[in-house]
């Protein structure tokens, strides 16, 4: 299963005209993704606020990540503050996976921005987070704090931004978004060969992530057609729900 360092904003001083910080609301939004990245079986690192851009960076670098995900918002220059809209999702040039990342990124986003025509995906060689990590980057400036309409839009739809998000996520990846609220099950293996395979996507052609044999228990934390999204022996896969009995 995919896992993505998580970098909510650490920039407590960029404030947002209606009241908080970009830290605040950006770590809000990433609370906010949690219930939905866990029940898509999207695993994650995530920096805390105390850190900075760079330790940031340092900290993705030190991992194997699929993708680094920034999330920031933006702010017009003094001479035009307040008077600025829309979200822009940032990649690096030189990155395929980066870039169809923030486009599928962006083409969702539209679809819940009150200006779409304003959402845009943009190659840039100026951001840290989007120049310097080794796993493909997105960075994602969500509207305008200092803006009224888009710190509002930002603060009373979070929910709404992070399931977009998520939902972006699992198209990037190639798997089924999952929705919350599920609670976890147990199961045993019923299979009348050795073992059940475990794969990395609800498919019988996707990559083997682990294997589990005849009786063996796993938890099942999700369904999604004839699939269970499982969790066995420290890995998380799908596995086929037709060799599972529910315990």
Do not use: C
């Amino acid at each position: 299963m995919p896992i993505i360092y998580l970098s909510p904003s650490t920039q407590e001083s960029n404030m947002y005209v209606t009241g908080g910080s970009e830290e605040e609301w950006m770590n809000r939004l990433a609370d906010a993704m949690i219930p939905y990245l866990d029940a898509s079986g999207i695993r994650y690192t995530r920096n805390t606020p105390d850190m900075t851009a760079a330790s940031s960076i340092r900290a993705s670098n030190a991992g194997t990540y699929d993708l680094h995900l920034a999330l920031h918002s933006n702010a017009s220059a003094p001479s035009n503050y307040g008077g600025t809209r829309g979200i822009i999702v940032f990649y690096y040039p030189g990155s395929t996976k980066g870039k169809r990342a923030a486009e599928i990124m962006a083409d969702n986003l539209r679809a819940i921005y009150p200006l779409p025509d304003k959402v845009r995906a943009e190659g840039t060689t100026s951001i840290g987070e989007v120049r310097q990590p080794r796993a493909p980057s997105v960075f994602i400036e969500l509207g305008y704090h200092d803006n009224e309409d888009d710190a509002a839009w930002i603060k009373n739809n979070l929910n709404q931004i992070a399931r977009t998000i998520v939902l972006a996520l699992t198209e990037y990846f190639g798997i089924p978004f999952l929705a919350p609220g599920v609670a976890p099950r147990q199961g045993v293996v019923d299979v009348d060969w050795g073992y059940l395979n475990i794969r990395a996507r609800p498919s019988t052609s996707a990559p083997v992530i682990a294997k589990a044999y005849d009786g063996a228990r796993l938890t099942i934390l999700n369904q999604w057609q004839g699939w269970y999204l499982v969790s066995f022996d420290g890995a998380e896969g799908y596995a086929n729900s037709d060799f599972i009995t529910l315990l």
